[in-house]
């Protein structure tokens, strides 16, 4: 007798309208990018309304099919809204839309579901907010609902962008080889670069200099992260301090790395023993990845990015050394030195962080629970 089945029916494939302002770098675009390619992986189709869709040259220059990039919309389109409108960052998507919206309401009978897609955090107000109605009072929109969605980290949380085919992916990796392509040598510890200005990169590169146990090689992706480095490289290299006979050179290789798509930079992070990661989505490919990763948080005027990287610290059950590091990394006021990169230390924060990746494998995705919601709620 076959066993029933309690999960719930599937979705019909549904049109969705995802919203993208482009703040600053690449975060914004790079997480609608994967959520809308995600969705049309599993058989919605999806307008990707964007003000700056430049990244995606390099990002995703095949595009996905059953994801349409937009510019930002200047009418409402002819047939209407979709029949779920994501707002990604409290973009406010603009009125013209709202007023469609509000017809789309009139004439189905029903609104389409309006979500606004919130940063991903791991404190505490996250799993009270989550799918909390946002009722508008005023405007084109009166009367509607919005509803926060809020990625996270527990199972109190809309969860993690993950796809369904990441797995078997990873699964399929050849760690080797990659490493030997980029000439990277059997026993060199190798570790990535994704990060702002970090004010410990000198105190960083120290430490791979005078590594003893193994050569280190670094590869910095361009942008930002390349011209710290280049910065660095320069002071370090200005205060011309006579290097102890012990230090050798040559325990550190620099490879600077050409702009990538998306699935070729979470290659990079599968490949690499060290992740120094960014921002938001960086952050959770590197959690997938499974190898020990130090992140630089999106830096706030009022600090308020110091909370949310101790409650990120926190959720790791992260050990003193990797608290140590991240304290560091990013600059917090009495922050300890560095630690240096020893394998005993490095093993510590390769445990934390399989150990992160394989409670976070237990939970639904994030797009499997945006589609619980919008059944819920259609
Ligand atoms: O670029 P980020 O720092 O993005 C941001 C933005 O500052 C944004 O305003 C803020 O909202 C957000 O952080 C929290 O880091 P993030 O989020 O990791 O995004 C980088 C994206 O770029 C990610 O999708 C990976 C992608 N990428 C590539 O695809 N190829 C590359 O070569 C590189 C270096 C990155």
């Known amino acids: 007798m076959a066993a029933s089945d309690t999960s719930p029916p599937a979705l019909p494939a549904l049109r969705w309208d995802v919203f993208c302002q482009v703040i600053d770098n690449y975060g914004d675009i790079g997480v609608c990018w994967r959520l809308s390619a995600e969705l049309a992986a599993r058989g919605h189709t999806v307008r990707l309304w964007t003000d700056d869709a430049s990244a995606l040259a390099w990002m995703a220059p095949g595009g996905a099919s059953g994801v349409q990039v937009l510019p930002w919309p200047v009418q409402a389109p002819v047939d209407g809204p ?32 309006w979500i606004n897609l919130e940063y991903l955090s791991a404190e505490s107000y996250v799993e009270r907010c989550h799918t909390l109605p946002s009722p508008l009072a005023s405007g084109p929109g009166a009367g509607l609902t919005r509803w926060f969605f809020y990625p996270g980290f527990t199972s109190a949380t809309g969860g993690l962008l993950r796809e369904q085919d990441l797995p078997a992916r990873q699964a399929a990796f050849d ?9 990277i040598a059997p026993d060199a510890l190798a570790l990535s670069l994704f990060c702002y200005e970090p004010p410990a990169l000198p105190e960083l590169l120290a430490h791979l200099h005078q590594r003893q146990d ?3 090689h670094l590869l910095a992706t361009p942008g930002r992260a390349a011209a710290a480095l280049r910065a660095a490289l320069t002071t370090i290299s200005s205060q011309n301090r006579p290097e102890p006979a012990s230090i050798k050179r040559s325990a550190l290789s620099i490879s600077y790395l050409p702009r990538c798509t998306q699935q070729a930079f979470d290659e990079l992070l599968w490949a690499c023993d060290l992740n120094f990661v960014r921002g938001e989505d960086s952050l959770v490919r590197a959690l997938w990845a499974g190898q020990p990763f130090v992140w630089q948080i999106y830096p706030q005027h009022d600090d308020a990015h110091h909370a949310k990287l101790l409650a990120l610290l926190d959720w790791l059950d992260a050990p003193p050394s990797l608290r140590r590091a991240h304290l560091a990394w990013n600059g917090l006021p009495g922050a300890p030195a560095l630690p240096p990169l020893t394998p005993r230390t490095l093993a510590e924060w390769r445990a934390c962080a399989q150990s992160a990746r394989d409670r976070l494998a237990q939970g639904a995705d994030l797009v499997t629970q945006l589609l619980g919601f919008v059944r819920e709620k259609s």
């Open 82 to 113: 979709g029949d779920v409108v994501v707002e990604a960052f409290g973009c406010e998507i603009p009125a013209l839309f709202v007023a469609a919206i509000a017809g789309a309401a009139r004439t189905r009978g029903r609104p389409p579901v």
């Open 214 to 216: 193994a050569p280190a």
């Open 175 to 183: 760690r080797e080889a990659w490493r030997a392509r980029r000439g």
